[in-house]
């Protein structure tokens, strides 16, 4: 859990700046987690689909055709993982038994404009396809947020309705997303670490946290829930002289790469018994055992536009026989929801501005 006290060398905010930044919100968790989808009707007379909560996003953030309805900005790595074998006895995957993995990612910015400035939000993401040996494939999306806002499909709707332009004034309402906080104190976690999250500016420095659970199945059945993230095993901190203009994390990132391979360590948690794995809003104790799965070894970046991971979805109950998701409802949600998406941007790659060089 995040300390909500703010540093000692920083001024709380004001009541306006905090009114403010609550607002902002609702720009970075639209992109954060993507789409999702509620399709048991209980919100009738106005049923929600995968579809329609695409089109909520597209209303909120404008459409931008060939690109991403969240996480729209952002570039492609390629690389591998080296496992360590410690995952091994909890999963029959062959990510965690074989010495070498390849890997497709992509970094992102959470907005659903591909030209917002990187500064904007202070949220990062990470997605990574694993392809293994058998063809089989670990599709995973991260944030470097500790926490999902809410742990429901509805609350993350109402939350889209919050931050929708009021016709008359084509402008969201400012009061709407502080009432919507205010009616949801499971979102508590999330404020308190928003208050203080500063923008990056290097993908390379950042945690990244899966935030949902899944479970590891090893070959006798036996189911074990977890939680994932990657952790930077450079310290280097991001370079000391402020970024300058719109799209520096790219610039950095491929300026790091070209003096070499960017590490990672894949850190899986264990649930004990009773712990939440069907809400992503709460966190898990931080005396929980954590195994360290390998190190991810990303080595050179491509344009999004024309490189590798442009046309993957990254699904993330795309998973292979060892891993399986747990009975979180935004699994499920953002997997339809994602399969609308894909089948929109890749109907429009003709749509796409002028090609890229791909990076080296």
């Known amino acids: 859990m995040v300390d909500p006290s703010p540093s000692s060398s920083r001024p709380p905010l004001s009541a306006a700046a905090l009114t ?110 694993f392809t293994q040996a058998n063809g089989q494939q670990w599709r995973t999306g991260m944030n470097s947020m500790p926490v999902f806002p809410v742990g429901t499909v509805e609350a993350f ?26 009616a949801h104190p499971e979102a508590v976690p999330f404020l308190q670490w928003i208050k203080t999250a500063k923008p990056s500016a290097s993908y390379a420095t950042e945690t990244y946290n899966g935030i949902n659970a899944f479970y590891l199945v090893n070959p006798a059945g036996q189911r074990q829930a977890v939680r994932w993230g990657v952790v930077p095993l450079s310290q280097d901190a991001a370079d000391a002289t402020p970024p300058q203009g719109t799209d520096f994390l790219e610039q950095d990132l491929v300026k790091r790469l070209a003096a ?57 109950l795309i998973l292979p026989q060892g891993i399986e998701g747990s009975d979180d409802p935004l699994l499920v949600a953002r997997s339809a929801a994602y399969a609308s998406s894909y089948l929109r941007r890749t109907s429009e790659v003709n749509q796409l501005p002028a090609k890229q060089e791909s990076r080296p």
């Open 20 to 129: 403010l930044r609550l607002s902002g919100i609702a720009v970075i968790v639209a992109a954060l987690a993507g789409a999702f989808a509620y399709v048991n009707g209980s919100l009738d007379p106005e049923r929600l689909t995968p579809q329609a909560l695409v089109n909520v996003l597209e209303k909120n953030n404008g459409v931008h055709p060939g690109f991403r309805r969240n996480h729209s900005k952002g570039v492609c790595v390629a690389g591998y993982f080296q496992s360590t074998g410690e995952a091994s006895a909890y999963s029959s995957a062959q990510v965690f038994s074989l010495p070498q993995t390849p890997v497709v990612g992509r970094f992102a910015l959470p907005s659903g404009n591909p030209y917002a400035p990187d500064g904007s939000v202070p949220i990062r993401s990470l997605a990574l396809r």
């Open 157 to 182: 709707y109402q939350f889209q309705q919050a931050q929708s332009p009021d016709p008359a004034t084509g402008k969201p309402n400012p009061t709407a997303v502080p009432a919507f906080f205010a």
């Open 260 to 316: 070499g391979p960017l590490r990672w360590q894949l850190n899986i948690t264990l649930a004990n018994p009773g712990d939440p794995v069907n809400d992503a809003s709460k966190a898990w104790p931080a005396d929980r055992k954590v195994l360290n799965a390998g190190t991810l070894v990303l080595e050179r970046t491509q344009a999004q536009d024309n490189g590798e991971c442009r046309d993957i979805n990254y699904d993330p």
